[in-house]
């Protein structure tokens, strides 16, 4: 057992370059060669996919060290030459297992708990396959584990368009920077995530990709929805937000129904996560059309023995 609760390399492993393989996985630090294996399986299931599918175009677009210094892994199982799961790992973001079942997830937490390099602090996958990655990690590393997260990923079926509320909807602009900026964290701050961008990178990007849209009240904006580029038709509805003291005036969902226009309009397919255990963005995403497809967990890796909770 080493030093971080990871169990010593077997004899037999291969070396640093990530080419260890159990169950039929294989890990590797390429963007290029997880693309050419991995990018027909991801684009067979865009909205389920969408994260993993986004993230690894905005690193081919801007770079491996979009979201910081330590740099992103990859890796798929293939069964029979066939691709059937994946793993994306953005530090400082969770690693993220796309696909598969709870045999491969085990079967991948072995392999990490076993890997050279950093550890890492957690998981986030489609239910099953968290539970099971994470409740191998603790067998295997002693760490206790603990679910930080639930999310419900939506499609848009037939668009219904709230009562709107007083203003309109408009695309931001750099005029609109240090609104963006106090928005984006306070989205941070009320869903408690982890932003690899810092404020003034993600309203860059959100700017320069023409993804931001405003409602505007009195001439001064009120709420804002993002969409991410499309990818294998697909679009994700981000960051909707609206400042505490604005709230509950169905700012949120007349700018989340406009940018979901525009999205369909486009010809792409429209996706969001949304958070389980708040009713309030459930309920305004059934109104507006949107229809639970998958639901998604995320866990923490901590020290100490402990049980994972579900």
């Known amino acids: 057992m080493g030093s971080d609760g990871r169990p010593d390399r077997r004899e037999g492993d291969d070396g640093p370059d990530g080419r260890q393989v159990e169950g039929g996985w294989r890990l590797s630090g390429s963007l290029e060669e997880f693309l050419a294996i991995t990018g027909a399986y991801l684009r067979s299931r865009p909205a389920p996919h969408t994260v993993a599918l986004t993230v690894s175009d905005a690193l081919g677009r801007r770079g491996l060290d979009l979201y910081g210094d330590e740099p992103p892994r990859f890796g798929w199982r293939a069964v029979s030459g066939e691709v059937s799961a994946v793993l994306l ?48 990690w603790a067998r295997t590393t002693g760490q206790a584990t603990r679910r930080t997260f639930r999310k419900r990923l939506c499609r848009l079926g037939t668009l219904r368009r709230p009562a709107l509320p007083p203003g309109r909807a408009r695309s931001a602009g750099e005029g609109d920077r240090a609104t963006l900026e106090r928005w984006h964290d306070g989205f941070a701050a009320d869903v408690g995530a982890t932003v690899g961008l810092g404020a003034g990178a993600w309203v860059d990007a959100g700017l320069a990709r023409g993804g931001i849209r405003l409602w505007e009240d009195g001439g001064r904006p009120v709420a804002m929805a993002v969409a991410t580029l499309p990818v294998a038709g697909s679009v994700r509805v981000t960051t909707v937000y ?17 940018l979901s226009d525009r999205v369909t309009a486009g010809g792409d397919e429209a996706v969001l ?11 305004l995403y059934r109104r507006i059309g949107y229809e639970p497809l998958a639901e998604f967990e995320e866990y923490a890796f901590e020290a100490g023995r402990g049980e994972d909770t579900h």
């Open 89 to 136: 790992w953005t530090p400082p973001f969770v690693p993220m297992v796309v696909g598969g079942d709870e045999a491969a997830a085990r079967e991948l937490a072995r392999v990490m708990a076993g890997g050279e390099g950093p550890a890492p602090g957690g998981v986030g996958a489609p239910v099953e396959q968290a539970r099971a990655f994470a409740g191998e």
């Open 242 to 258: 609206t400042p505490p003291a604005l709230r509950g005036r169905g700012y949120a969902g007349a700018v989340t129904a406009d």
């Open 273 to 283: 996560f949304t958070d389980v255990a708040n009713p309030t963005s459930n309920g």
